[in-house]
């Protein structure tokens, strides 16, 4: 059974719920995630739109591309979510963010085309060379 758990920016303003389970987790290396994060990677779990409600504060939307949004807090400029606009299914909270992020273990690694050379993650997970196979499946 699934358990709620609840996540947030770096200083607190905002923070958010999660009340069902993620339909996938994963590591996107395109050089949007790269650029957004400022990390060589970003670390997600999709989780179904209905299943997901900002609790405190009110996160700040940036468009990063004509069908994607990304929330990030006013104050400190974590980045929490990112979704597809303008019906969503599901919304990518980063999983750093979350209280228990060792909760969502990544199952695959997608757009590695824009793997940076220099960094590597040791692990067997699939490696998609863009996006990976249909979320959920």
């Not at 939307?61 to 299914?89: I, K, M, N, W």
């Amino acid at each position: 059974m699934f358990e709620p758990m609840e996540g947030g920016c770096l200083c607190g303003a905002v923070r958010y719920r999660v009340s069902a389970p993620p339909i996938d987790t994963g590591y996107c290396h395109c050089r949007m995630c790269q650029r957004s994060s400022g990390a060589p990677l970003q670390a997600s779990a999709e989780i179904p739109i209905d299943g997901f409600a900002f609790v405190k504060g009110e996160p700040r939307a940036y468009r990063s591309s004509p069908g994607a949004e990304r929330h990030f807090c006013p104050t400190c400029g974590s980045q929490l979510t990112f979704r597809r606009v303008p019906d969503p299914a599901y919304v990518s909270v980063n999983t750093p963010t979350l209280d228990q992020p060792e909760k969502f273990a990544p199952r695959l690694h997608i757009w590695c085309e824009s793997r940076i050379p220099w960094f590597d993650v040791a692990d067997d997970l699939p490696r998609h060379p863009r996006e990976g196979p249909p979320i959920g499946s």
